[in-house]
């Protein structure tokens, strides 16, 4: 017997069910005082620290214009944690992470506050071993991106000593159009190399979606049947039922499309579509997640194969809500979409024929985001028309939030009946198959970025080729009057409807 044969897998450093461990590093989080930072960033952070995955000397700094000490920060933080961590509140964790916290008071012009950074930075490298390994978070109005990369590099903090690293997170949206999106990417890269970007797309970070790639490419009984042969057509939807709640100011201009479908829906779509990587490595998932980007066209028609529209006034959880039109800090004459349905195709052997509907929300009837994969009916019934009248179509369905799991439907003989066939449904529900609660993405993705694994973040060029597909759409729209109406609390307005009915299909209902 050989040595190897003797080996323990759990020794391995390359072993994916060891935990992994953040090396000596450090998190600054510009914007630290918004609704992000204190809803997701500063509650994974805790997570982290409590599940064990951070270094003993972790450091967290802050950055905003509020003029607080280190202390009034730490409280914001303690509360945000108290208010949103997944993880029970544990004291001597906390400690622990409060002695790194600093607080830089600043506006991203502000030549003094860079400095104050470099020098907690170093402070922080000294007394708490940091080693110089920061990630710089941007968590930041959009249009602020710019100007923190190019502080950061005027201040000497984008270029990492000997023998450490320098990463930049950037949060979505990234650009609001291919055009700007080149810019962004042309300015970030003036200042940091590939490797050091982590653009978030915080669905990638999501157990479900990750279970995608598991689901078709560790199992057999998937993949044969994951194709034009077999698959009707593909139906990806994220709907929300909240409205834009305060963030006027954000939302009015980009919609829906540009909020959802640019980034998360055609993510989701190429997860689905791509084909088998060579292997888990980021470079390998980009090159199969990129050819199915760029293999995706629209439909010539856009009139007749996209839609776009606002919520109206309506009925939601019991409660009367408003229109969008009617929401506080929104331009009555707003043309800015809330609800987008685009069907795409795909240009290759796999999925010719198959469309890709892509629809997504806000104030639709129940927040949920799924892929629908819906399959041709069977070639041949041996039944007559009366036995199958209540047999829709086969589908595997991945639940990915909130109800995470999948569900195969088919059909069945109903009890008792001489012959006649019902939809039934096979479901695979997370929380009933595993005692581990999913962390959240975000916890995934922070480590990831103090590891360096940049598996689950876009590259610059699927980001690009997101913006080719969706451009035309947003131009399109753009020459377009009024977009169309629907009641709060619905599924979309009629015209969704109407543009797969053309196709002889229709919406799922979640
Ligand atoms: N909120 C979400 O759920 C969500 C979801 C996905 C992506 N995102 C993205 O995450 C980023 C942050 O979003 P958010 O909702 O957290 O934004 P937000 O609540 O508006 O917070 C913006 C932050 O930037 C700081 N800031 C603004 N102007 C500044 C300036 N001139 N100098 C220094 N600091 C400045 C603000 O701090 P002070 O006012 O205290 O200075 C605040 O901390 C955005 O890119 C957004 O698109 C947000």
Known sequence: MTATAWHN?????????LPRIAGPSGLVIFGVTGDLSRKKLMPAVYDLANRGL?????????????????????????????????????????QQLADGMRFIPGDFDDDTAFEQLRDAVDELDDKRGTSGNYAFYLSVPPKFFPKVVEQLKKH???????????????????????????????????????????????????????????????????????????????????????????????????????????????????????????????????????????????????ERSTVRAQ???????????????????????????TYAAVKLEVD????????????????????????????????????????????GQNAIVIRVQPDEGMTVRFGSKVPGTSMEIRDVSMDFAYGESFTESSPEAYERLILDVLLGDANLFPRTEEVEESWRILDPVEEHWDTLGRPAQYASGSWGPEEADEMLAR???????P
């Open 348 to 391: 290759n052997r796999r999925w010719a024929g198959v469309p890709f509907y892509l629809r997504t929300g806000k104030r639709l009837g129940r927040r949920v985001t799924e892929i629908a994969v819906v399959f041709q009916r069977a070639p041949h019934s041996p039944f007559d028309s009366t036995a199958t009248e209540e047999l």
């Open 503 to 509: 196709d002889g299909r229709s919406w799922r209902r």
């Open 9 to 17: 897998p759990l020794r391995d450093p390359r072993d994916r069910r």
């Open 54 to 94: 951070l270094p003993p000397g972790f450091s967290l700094l802050g950055f905003a214009r509020r003029e607080w000490e280190d202390q009034d920060f730490a409280e914001v933080v303690h509360d945000a944690v108290r208010e949103h961590a997944r993880t029970p509140f544990r004291e001597e964790v906390w």
């Open 311 to 337: 919520y109206a006034a309506g009925w939601q959880g019991g409660e009367r809500v408003r229109g969008y039109l009617q929401e506080d800090g929104i331009d009555p004459r707003s043309t800015t979409d």
């Open 156 to 302: 000497g903090l984008a270029d990492a000593p000997e023998g450490s690293w320098r990463r930049a997170v950037i949060e979505k949206p990234f650009g609001h159009d291919l055009k700007s999106a080149q810019e962004l990417n042309r300015i970030v890269h003036e200042v940091f190399a590939p490797d050091q970007v982590f653009r978030i797309d915080h669905y990638l970070g999501k157990e479900t979606v990750q279970n995608i790639l598991a689901l078709r490419f560790a199992n057999q009984m998937y993949e044969p049947v994951w194709n034009r042969s077999y698959v009707d057509h593909v139906q990806i939807t994220m709907a929300e039922d909240i409205g834009i709640g305060g963030r006027a100011g954000y939302y009015d201009g980009i919609g829906a499309a540009r909020d959802v479908i640019q980034n998360h829906l055609l993510q989701l779509m190429a997860l689905t579509a791509m084909e088998e990587p060579a292997s888990f490595d980021a470079a390998s998932l980009v090159t199969e997640k990129l050819k199915v980007l760029k293999s995706v066209r629209l439909p010539a028609d856009l």
